[in-house]
T-cell receptor, first 114, second 113 residues
Framework: QQQVKQSPQSLIVQKGGISIINCAYE??????FPWYQQFPGKGPALLIAIRPDVSEKKEGRFTISFNKSAKQFSLHIMDSQPGDSATYFC?????????????FGQGTILTVHP | GAGVSQTPSNKVTEKGKYVELRCDPI?????LYWYRQSLGQGPEFLIY????????DSGLPNDRFFAVRPEGSVSTLKIQRTERGDSAVYLC???????????FGSGTRLTVV
């Protein structure tokens, strides 16, 4: 059972544009939502994360928007750069007595053209 | 060390053989996770260690897979009687404590021929 659905599968953006990746989840017990960036041959690297007590979190050019009622969250990359070209994964985990086990989306391959 | 180290980086083995994949977590990190990433997919949870004990091994696909962490630091993922379907990148991650953002290694790419 796929608990985190991610779209689109791939995305092409021009340099300077805005990249938007969306995720939807089913498990209402999820309360930690990170985004990971992965380059070829490397492991995923934590980019930014949010907990459901806020609707938006911004770090530099990266922003997470969170809609608890819709069970959706998204990543916005402002002023996209060719160096942002990578695969992006959303993920979710249950908090409380949980231990950080993550459920990942299928990934979005982002290509930023110069 | 500075990051999570996984060895080997690549492993090619014949169907039916036994393999061991090693993970050196960041020093002092008590939580250690193994994930498996198939081509074009997100990582899938395999097992979680807190210290020396496997707190959750619910993601291990079958009894051919086993992992240990005898001294609470280095962990080894062991796969018996490998099958072609085991081919994937096996990722290890560690964190200072559960529910804290964790750091992944670069993975071991396992190819079963």
């Amino acid at each position: 059972q796929q608990q985190v659905k991610q779209s689109p599968q791939s995305l092409i953006v021009q340099k300077g544009g805005i990249s938007i990746i969306n995720c939807a989840y089913e498990n209402t017990a999820f309360d930690y939502f990170p985004w990971y960036q992965q380059f070829p041959g490397k492991g995923p690297a934590l980019l930014i994360a949010i907990r459901p007590d806020v609707s938006e979190k911004k770090e530099g050019r990266f922003t997470i928007s969170f809609n608890k009622s819709a069970k959706q969250f998204s990543l916005h990359i402002m002023d996209s750069q060719p160096g942002d070209s990578a695969t992006y994964f959303c993920a979710a985990s249950e908090g409380g007595t949980s231990y950080g086990k993550l459920t990942f989306g299928q990934g979005t391959i982002l290509t930023v053209h110069p | 060390g500075a990051g999570v180290s996984q060895t080997p980086s690549n492993k090619v083995t014949e169907k039916g053989k036994y393999v061991e994949l090693r993970c050196d977590p960041i020093s002092g990190h008590t939580a250690l996770y193994w994930y498996r990433q198939s081509l074009g997919q997100g990582p899938e949870f395999l097992i979680y260690f807190q210290g020396t004990g496997a707190a959750d091994d619910s993601g291990l696909p079958n009894d051919r897979f086993f992992a240990v962490r005898p001294e609470g630091s280095v962990s080894t993922l062991k796969i018996q009687r490998t099958e072609r379907g085991d081919s994937a990148v096996y990722l290890c991650a560690s964190s200072p404590s559960p529910n804290y953002g964790y750091t992944f290694g670069s993975g071991t790419r396992l190819t079963v021929v």
